[in-house]
């Protein structure tokens, strides 16, 4: 064999066991590329004839070479005396394939038991389940795809619970498929995580003082340069006169909360925010027939930002005038803010902001994006083809949109609805119970802190509302932690 022949052909050569079916499965490319496959598996045999016999001797010649050049010294000496091709091939495969029941017992033992550990790379893990199953053929144990594809999710970490759920049984029948979501999933969950770890960093710096921005309205006072967490107007401060306490305690409470973006300082140097959903020249028409209200609240795969209709829902705005929206024509965001929605699944409800939202009047619909609540830890889960679940990160389901009229409205609503001008909304009296879903799930301790200090305006509590209460969504989230 020529030495280019060589060097096109590089591989790892034959070590033993540990390598040989890599090797193997290479090295029938390799003999079949070059046309002496056939001379290494016995199906051309020595002629009779003394002219063919000769271009098959030198042909053999050429496939031990072939063979026995990528082979390690360690090795070599099994197949240094051997005479033809097939009688090395035969050599190596005798002594490092795997036969027999023990080998079979071994391999499926390995197969069924192997689980990927927490925070595992999630892609060698499924290159070793392949593995397995490819050995497995090769005894005869053939693996069908939906056994394959159920043995490969029966192996993933616990904390993919929620994400094993979304799977039907005939989404098992096509294990490349299977795959190719794993893999999906495995990429989103590396990059929360990596934005979660740069929110903590970022989060972890003082914000000292806020410069004055002409183009922020304060909605407590009605003057320029502060919001109104910032506002040292009398109507801001809490009972004891000690604003920043209170704004202390809007800072903590708005920790606990679902956040659907994580506050970016550089909002307004970001480009045009792309919006796909319910754009076209049909959408009156949908809205009129499906019954859906302009103030639904709409999940969209192809929003790069949430989009409000209605100033008036926002807590806290800065104007932006100007800002490009890409897929509602002519439309354009005149402001960006958070706002408060509160979902509903069931009995329960949960809180989530939708940070560095666009205020787009023009919108046909609110628009909240899949791509910002993803980050937030938040996972859209089809059940059936009609419903999108919203689960949170300890496989809770939020909330959830059912589909009409090919849209996915969710049942959510305003949390904290503010005015334009001055004062705080009134809140009406709940219960302890609902208190704690309100902040998030805080502790009935911080509760009671937060209303007997007089730290938040408005904290009114329904009378004989008891204070011990089970919690489903904090039992089970819990029951994960010590699992």
Aim: aromatic letters at 6%; one cysteine or more.
């Amino acid at each position: 064999m020529s030495e280019s022949s060589n060097s096109t052909y590089k591989i790892e050569p034959l070590k033993g066991g540990d390598n040989y079916r890599t090797w193997k499965v290479k090295m029938i490319d390799i003999l079949t590329d070059l046309d002496l496959l056939e001379y290494v598996d016995g199906s051309r045999a020595e002629p009779a004839d003394q002219s063919a016999k000769e271009d098959w001797k030198k042909k053999d010649r050429k496939a031990l070479s072939t063979i026995r050049l990528r082979v390690d010294d360690s090795c070599l000496i099994y197949v240094e005396d051997s005479k033809t091709s097939k009688e090395a091939w035969d050599t190596l495969n005798d002594m490092y394939e795997a036969k027999g029941p023990i080998a079979i017992v071994l391999l499926r033992r390995k197969m069924f038991t192997v689980r990927c550990e927490e925070g595992g790379d999630i892609e060698t893990h499924i290159k070793l389940m392949r593995s397995y199953q490819s050995q497995m053929n090769t005894l005869g144990q053939k693996i069908e795809k939906a056994d394959f594809s159920m043995l490969l999710l029966t192996s993933l970490p616990d904390s993919w619970d929620s994400f094993i759920s979304t799977f039907g049984s005939t989404d098992l029948e096509d294990s490349n498929k299977v795959i190719q979501r794993i893999l999906q999933e495995a990429s989103r969950r590396n990059e929360r995580s990596a934005n979660s770890d740069a929110v903590l960093t970022s989060s972890s710096k003082p914000s000292g003082k806020s410069k004055f921005n002409p183009r922020i309205t304060c909605y407590c006072c009605g003057r320029l340069g502060h919001i109104a967490a910032e506002c040292r107007c009398p109507k801001c401060r809490n009972k004891s006169g000690n604003s920043q306490t209170s704004n202390q305690s809007r800072n903590n409470r708005s920790s606990h909360a679902h956040v659907a973006e994580a506050p970016d300082s550089d909002s307004d140097k970001e480009g045009p925010t792309y919006v796909f959903a319910a754009v076209d020249a049909a959408i009156p028409t949908v809205s009129h027939t499906s019954g859906l209200s302009s103030d639904a609240w709409l999940l969209d795969t192809g929003c790069t930002r949430h989009v409000v209709r209605n100033k008036e829902y926002f807590v806290d705005y800065v104007e932006t005038p100007g800002h490009q929206l890409i897929g509602l024509g002519i439309s354009s965001g005149l402001g960006t803010g958070t706002v408060n929605l509160t979902l509903t699944e069931g009995k329960e409800t949960t809180r989530i902001a939708l940070s560095n939202a666009i205020h787009c009047p023009t919108a046909p619909y609110n628009l909240i994006s899949v791509g910002k609540i993803l980050s937030a830890g938040i996972t859209p889960v089809f059940q059936g083809k009609n419903q999108l679940n919203l689960v949170n990160s300890h496989g809770t389901i939020i909330g959830h949109a059912v589909k009409t009229a090919g849209l996915f409205p969710i049942d959510a609503s305003v949390a904290e609805p503010t005015r334009a001008h001055p004062a705080i909304a009134e809140i009406d009296a709940k219960t302890w119970e609902e208190w704690h879903r309100f902040y998030g799930h805080l502790n009935i301790g911080s509760l009671k802190l937060l209303k007997d200090k007089g730290m938040v305006a408005g904290f009114h509590v329904k009378p004989n509302s008891p204070t011990k209460f089970q919690c489903i969504p904090c039992v089970q989230s819990k029951s994960h932690e010590h699992q």
